[in-house]
């Protein structure tokens, strides 16, 4: 989701802060609230790198189960002997039923 005036003011103040319905944002740790030009700034920077990450949203949707991929990799014998063992013994303790 694109990035909001909300999320460049949590960005600029951290601590806790709420919007209300009205839009009303409150600082509920004593935060100095930041100026118009500095909440624009910001939101320009987190929409600039939201833009950039567009490749990453659409590829992510588009990949094998990360649960598909681990096991392709143990399979293929890309994991460490370390890490493999410990594979071999969950997939021992639990075999699929036939």
């Given at each position: 989701m694109n990035p909001t005036e909300i999320d460049a003011i949590y960005a600029l103040v951290g601590g806790?802060?709420?919007q209300k319905v009205d839009g009303e944002i409150v600082?509920?740790?004593g935060q100095t609230p930041p100026t118009e030009e500095e909440i624009q700034a910001k939101l320009k920077e987190l929409q600039a790198d939201y833009d950039a990450q567009s490749y990453?949203?659409?590829r992510?949707?588009?990949y094998p189960d990360i649960g598909d991929q681990l096991d392709?990799?143990?399979k293929k014998g890309a994991f460490s002997d370390e890490m493999a063992a410990k594979i071999k013994k969950v997939k021992d303790d639990n075999p699929?039923?036939?």
């Open positions: 806790a802060i709420t600082f509920h740790d990453a949203r659409t992510r949707p588009l392709d990799l143990y699929k039923p036939s």
